[in-house]
Structure formats: structure tokens, C-alpha cells
């Protein structure tokens, strides 16, 4: 049977728009997507009408996500018509076809084959693959000095809130070797900066026992040190997020107080009482991470320590939350996201205890914030008059931005460089810091 020729085509090459939605895991995936749509022949375009198709990588996580992601659903079939949604709400797919039934086809996370068979049925390649027209580090969304590296799929732990496991499966570690040689690749092509996430970093390797695998001359285990230790031989920034606060993650530490893996940790505690903590099926002796976050900034005094939290959790007493606050201070973390309850569709969460009052959790967040902000504002002082490596997102025609180590890409502050000669994107820049606001650092470059 001929394939129906696709709307809008010319002849040439097929044309795909992509929204891609949600996290930087959801961002990796839509590259992996892009990456192999190029190499078939397909081209990339920058608006939904006249492309052949359009793919948009939702985020289910949410239901703000949910929501942000059904509209961008009705735009796409508005403007375009043809549509493949994949991504996390791929996974129900009934929530999308009652609102959209007319939606081409949808897959589930991490369904790369199922999304490229839509494609080929919507929009057939019409050339032979051109694979030596992608570079071989892939296509990615992220600016070409950073990259994200995902280094596993799924999680295994239960957190009462989440569904993300329900979603995307439990732990899949990629190989060590495997993953070793997609950062090379990256390092090579000129990423400065490997961001390493996954649903739960820390776990890395368990669902394979660890495995070594060939990376170069030797044998290197899927073990949340020996990568990071690995990965730190490559000559980039490594930065490590989403780590579940393990007892082995005091392991990594060494490591980043001698310059292998950037002194910065994204751990999410979500709470700090104990009751809570255990509602949330989280490891619940906080009393302990204060002493082991102490012991982290003796060996590493410039470890910079991120975290969320979640505030409003069914159940959640006034008393709890005061605990909460006032581990906050004991804690002073430099950089602090907090997010209010939602009863996200399927969470255990939603019927463990009494739901705690819209206006309650409002007037929790913004408390929450009032009393990190401080502390925030109090850490990132620290650093005026010091010197900090900055890399470069960019230049303007006086000022250029960029981040210190401290300072992941999307997520935290900035660092505003003023420098008597231009400043190139992807430059790593010392600079002596001057001033600071709330989340951002002003300073003059000193060395290049
Ligand atoms: S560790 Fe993260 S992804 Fe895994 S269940 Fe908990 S919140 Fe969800």
C-alpha cells in the first residue's frame, strides 16, 4: 500500500514540529527523539503550521503540568492537526483522548520506537537515513556548553507523593561504559558542563548489581562513586542532581573538595518532622543530616547544597511545620525550592491524613519562603569579595551571565561579569565577585 502523503509536505525532507515539556529528564529524552528524527532525514521546524506533524513531550507530574500540557495538546491540533503526544501523561492515555480523541497516536515515556513508528505512519521519511547528518554527539536543546546526562530510567523508591514510578517503571541503570562514552562524545563536541540527573541518582547501578563494564583500558562499576570519579577524569563540570540523601552519598564528598565533581549537590529533603517525613515513606532522621551536612562543609567548605520541599502534606501540624522552619535554620542550605502540596490523581499521599486547608498551605509557603530567602540572601553575601570560576551562558554588548559552580543552569542564580574584553559563551572566566542580591552575583572578571 502507498503511505498517504503526509499535509503539508512538499516533496522535500518531512518537516516535525516538537514542544517539549517538563523536566530536564523529559528535555533528554525529546533530544534522543530529535536525534534519531534527524538522522532518518527529517527536519526540524520552528512552527507547527505547515510542518508534517507535530510531537509534543508532555509532563504528568503535576497536575499544573497536566494542564499546561493539554493546552499545549489543543494547540498543536488547532494549528497543525497531525499529532503525537508522548511523555509522562503518555501513560494515561484516556486523560488525553476524553479531552482529544482525535489525536494521532500517543506513547508512553521513554518510548522512543513507538514514537518514531507514529512518525513514519504520519509522516514517512522519504530518503534513505542520512545518518552521517547528525554529529555524533546527538542533538541537543540545551545550549552547546552544557549538556544533560542521564544516567538511568524509573526509580525504586515509593515516596507516597509521587507517581512517577508508577510512570516510568522502577530503577534501569544504564551501563557505566555506556554512559562514559556519551560524555566523552559531549566533551569532544565542546560541553563544558555535564549535568547528571536521573530520578534518583544515588540509586545508580542497584538494579544491576553494580556491574562493571569496559569504559577505555579498564573496568568501571555502575556505582554512584566510581562514575562520578570517572566522569571527573574528563576535563568538564560534572554536577550532580537529584540525589536521595543515602548514606553513601557522604562517599562523593572527598571528591568534590578536590576538584573532580563540582562542590554542588541537589538533594531534596521534602520535609525536616520526622512524622511527615514518614508519611512520605522518606528517610526520616533529620536530626542525623544536620550532623552529616556539618561534616560535608568541613571536608568541603564550598559545597553549595540545594533541596526542595513540599509543605502542606496531608496531615502536616502546625507543629511539624514549625520543626521544619526551624531546621531550615539550623541547616542554612544556599538555594531552597518549595512547592505546595497538590493531590496529584493516584498518590498514596492523597488519603494518609487529613488534607491540610488551601489557605493554610498558602500561608505556609510563603513563610517557608520568607524564612529561606533570609537564609539564602545570607549565604550567597559569603561570596563577595571572593573569586569564582564562572562559565559563560551570555554576552551582551557590556555584561555577560553566567554561573560560578555553585549555580546549576534553569534553576538557580546567576553571575553578572563585566570584563574589559569580550567574553565568548562557553568560556570559563575567574572573576572576582562584588556585590550580591537576592539570588544573583555582580563581579568583574580577573582571568581568563
Ligand atoms: S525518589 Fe523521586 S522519583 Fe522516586 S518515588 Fe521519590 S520523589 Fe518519586
Known amino acids: 500500500m502507498t503511505p498517504e502523503k503526509p499535509t503539508g509536505s512538499t516533496g522535500a525532507a518531512p ?45 504528568g507530574f503535576l497536575d499544573s503540568a497536566k494542564a499546561e500540557s493539554l493546552e499545549a495538546i489543543g494547540n498543536a491540533l488547532s494549528q497543525n492537526g497531525k499529532v503525537v503526544v508522548t511523555g509522562c501523561m503518555g501513560a494515561e492515555p484516556e486523560n488525553i483522548t476524553a479531552q482529544y480523541p482525535n489525536v494521532f497516536a500517543i506513547t508512553g515515556p521513554q518510548q522512543y520506537e513507538s514514537v518514531l513508528d507514529a512518525v513514519h505512519r504520519a509522516a514517512p521519511p522519504q530518503h534513505d537515513p542520512f545518518l552521517d547528518l547528525v554529529p555524533p554527539e546527538g542533538i541537543k536543546l540545551t545550549p552547546r556548553h552544557y549538556a544533560y546526562l542521564k544516567i538511568s530510567e524509573g526509580c525504586n523508591n515509593r515516596c507516597t507523593f509521587c507517581i512517577i514510578p508508577k510512570l516510568r517503571g522502577d530503577l534501569v541503570s544504564r551501563p557505566a561504559g555506556d554512559v562514559l562514552r556519551e560524555a566523552e562524545r559531549l566533551v569532544t563536541a565542546g560541553v563544558k558542563e555535564l549535568l547528571v540527573i536521573s530520578q534518583d541518582t544515588s540509586a545508580y547501578g542497584v538494579d544491576i548489581k553494580y556491574a562493571a563494564s569496559t569504559w577505555k583500558d579498564r573496568e568501571v562499576r555502575a556505582r554512584f562513586l566510581d562514575l562520578s570519579r570517572e566522569l571527573g577524569t574528563l576535563g568538564a563540570w560534572v554536577r550532580l542532581h537529584y540525589v536521595y540523601p543515602y548514606p553513601h552519598v557522604d562517599e562523593v564528598i572527598p571528591l568534590m573538595a578536590d576538584g573532580h565533581v563540582l562542590p554542588y549537590l541537589d538533594i531534596p529533603f521534602q520535609h525536616a518532622a520526622p512524622d511527615v517525613l514518614r508519611r512520605m515513606k522518606r528517610p526520616a532522621a533529620q536530626e542525623k543530616t544536620l550532623h552529616r551536612i556539618a561534616r560535608w562543609r568541613e571536608i568541603c567548605p564550598d559545597l553549595t547544597l540545594r533541596s526542595t520541599f513540599i509543605v502542606g502534606f496531608p496531615g502536616e501540624t502546625e507543629a511539624d511545620f514549625q520543626l521544619l522552619l526551624d531546621w531550615l535554620d539550623e541547616a542554612a542550605l544556599d538555594r531552597v525550592g518549595c512547592f505546595r502540596y497538590e493531590p496529584v490523581k493516584g498518590a498514596v499521599s492523597n488519603d494518609l491524613a487529613e488534607a491540610v486547608p488551601k489557605d493554610v498551605i498558602e500561608d505556609r509557603w510563603h513563610r517557608f519562603m520568607a524564612r529561606q530567602q533570609a537564609i539564602s540572601a545570607r549565604r550567597i553575601k559569603r561570596k563577595i569579595g571572593t573569586r569564582q570560576h564562572v562559565i559563560i551562558d551570555e554576552v551582551g554588548p557590556t555584561v555577560a551571565k553566567g554561573r560560578s559552580k555553585g549555580d546549576a543552569p534553569e534553576i538557580d542564580g546567576s553571575v553578572y561579569v563585566s570584563s574589559r574584553r569580550p567574553l565568548r559563551v562557553g568560556e570559563i572566566a575567574t572573576v572576582k565577585i562584588e556585590r550580591a542580591d537576592a539570588y544573583d552575583l555582580h563581579g568583574t572578571a580577573v582571568g581568563f
Open 15 to 59: 518537516k516535525i514540529s516538537f514542544v517539549s515539556l517538563g523536566c530536564p529528564k523529559a528535555l533528554v529524552d525529546s533530544e534522543r527523539i530529535i536525534t534519531r528524527l534527524r538522522a532518518e532525514g527529517y527536519e526540524l521546524s520552528r512552527e507547527h503550521k505547515g510542518a508534517d506533524l507535530v510531537i509534543v513531550n508532555t509532563c
